[in-house]
């Protein structure tokens, strides 16, 4: 059973970096898709960034330029680089998983983007 372990939420100053990363134990194989989520308060969860086990990558206009999404497929893990990071940045963000048709989630890490 694979389950997403994620990692690397906190509180930063607008500007500042923080970087998350999710790791997917148990066996990742064949062509899947990992990637972030985010959901505000009162706000429907969106995407973030993506990156398929090719090393395909889409990212939200929103935070095209200031975040990057990388892997590490030896280690079933993903990383999600946030700089520039401004208060509307605010969110808990969601490790996901897309493989076979089918969506795993990890547990949520809650950034905030506070002075």
């Known amino acids: 059973q694979v389950q997403l372990v994620e990692s690397g939420g906190g509180l930063v100053q607008p500007g500042g970096s923080l970087r998350l990363s999710c790791a997917a134990s148990?066996?990742?194989?064949?062509?899947?898709?990992m990637g972030w989520y985010r959901q505000a308060p009162e706000k429907q969860r969106e995407l973030v960034a993506t990156?398929?086990?090719?090393?395909?990558?889409e990212y939200a206009d929103s935070v095209k330029g200031r975040f990057t999404i990388s892997n590490n497929n030896a280690k079933n893990t993903v990383f999600l680089q946030m700089n520039s990071l401004q208060p509307e940045d605010t969110a808990v963000y969601y490790c996901?998983?897309?493989?076979?048709?089918?969506?795993?989630w990890g547990q949520g890490t809650q950034v905030t983007v506070s002075s």
């Open positions: 996901n998983l897309y493989r076979w048709g089918n969506n795993l």
């Open positions: 148990g066996s990742v194989y064949g062509f899947y898709t």
């Open positions: 990156i398929t086990s090719g090393g395909m990558t």
